[in-house]
């Protein structure tokens, strides 16, 4: 079975990074918040409020069609395969402006985007259980 991320307390969210770290460091081998997966802002001008973006998992998703090499490919049960052999790293990212969620970032350096592969590491690293890792469909 096809298992997703899933954001299931918003509210508890800390704003530590955690669970962006654990994505940097596991996929991307470093420690930047700004190579992962998944993102966690802070809501401007609200103290304790963060936005976290991850990957909807989306069954015909948008930025799979906007692709347009294919690099990116509907994954069977939600998500996209990413074929960096395929991207032929566009500098106007169709994929990133095409994602509903606007939770697919872009690795300036490689130029292509981080997709993410619902491992669930970010789940196991969020002290406050934000996120969790499920079946599709529940």
Known sequence: MVKLIKVVNRDQCIGCLSCVFACARTWEHVVSPDMACLTVRRYPGT???????????CTDPDC???????????????????????CIHC??????????????PWNEKEKEPFVCTHCGICANFCPNDVLVLVEAGV
């Open 64 to 86: 799979a069609h906007a692709c347009p090499t294919r690099a990116l490919t509907p994954r069977d049960g939600g998500g996209v395969i990413f074929d960096s052999a395929k």
């Open 47 to 57: 103290e304790g409020a963060f936005s976290i973006r991850v990957c909807y998992g």
């Open 91 to 104: 500098e106007d990212a169709p994929c990133v402006e095409a994602c509903i969620s606007k939770s697919l």
